[in-house]
């Protein structure tokens, strides 16, 4: 081709492109007003400090489980339901030893043969898992055990010089359970209908316990639609049941 012929055609073609471009200087835009900032508001602000604290959901203690050995340290080694066994038999957790639950669930215990006999299917401990918790470089066991109140009881213990440590235990209606990181995150029913409670534990090194560090009520994924759109007035919640009836320490 002929380069002398494509240069008057070439500038034309540019000529246009700058002429459209013109009523478009680019660069940014005003996006309008910003809503001014506003700080958060102290209700009562004289109000006197309180000299006795309420019940603690929270309030988890670190308990030794005596008669488990750990060896060479690792918590892989060692039978879960010996840790269930000798733990509900020292420390029955949320329940207390005269409760119908507690009771059955130790008897169903016994269900659970070392070598694979007996009547399995009646033993309540679930598989464990293994997961490093407390940031120490060692996995920690987790084990469900399932009582005859439809509560799942979630125990979690540590190894510390070859003592086995339990550093977590609730026990309430699971609806889930998943890790995520070093956090342990459960799911479970709340008394106000199409809602559930999430409830994150994690590790707490100065109480050497998990504890729970997010706790909220959510809108549940599988709740049922209403029927109708008209605006409806909500009931009333129930307030969340204490530690001693919710399970939580």
Known sequence: MNRSRLAPAAFAVLALLLAGGCGDPGGLRGAGPTPTAEGPTHLWPGLPSPSVPAEDYGAIEA?????????????????????????????????????????????????????????????P???????????????????????????????????????????????????????????????AISSLAGYEYHTVWSWDSHQKAMLPTSDEIVRSANAARPKSHRPQTPAPASPRPTPSESGGR
């Open 63 to 123: 308990v030794k489980v005596k008669g488990v050995k750990v060896p060479g340290g690792d918590l892989h080694k060692v039978d879960p339901v010996d840790v269930v066994r000798a733990d509900f038999t020292e420390n029955p957790g949320t329940y207390e030893t005269s409760d119908r639950a507690y009771k059955e669930t130790v008897e169903r215990l016994k269900h659970c043969a070392e070598d694979g006999s007996g009547e399995q299917n009646r033993c």
């Open 125 to 187: 401990v679930l598989k464990a898992y293994y997961r490093d918790l407390t940031g120490d470089g060692k996995d920690d066991l987790i084990v469900g055990v399932s009582t005859p109140d439809d509560n799942l009881d979630i125990r979690v213990y540590a190894e510390e010089n070859r003592q086995l440590t339990q550093i977590m235990e609730m026990s309430d209606a699971v609806l889930g359970v998943e890790l995520a990181g070093r956090d342990l995150i459960i799911r």
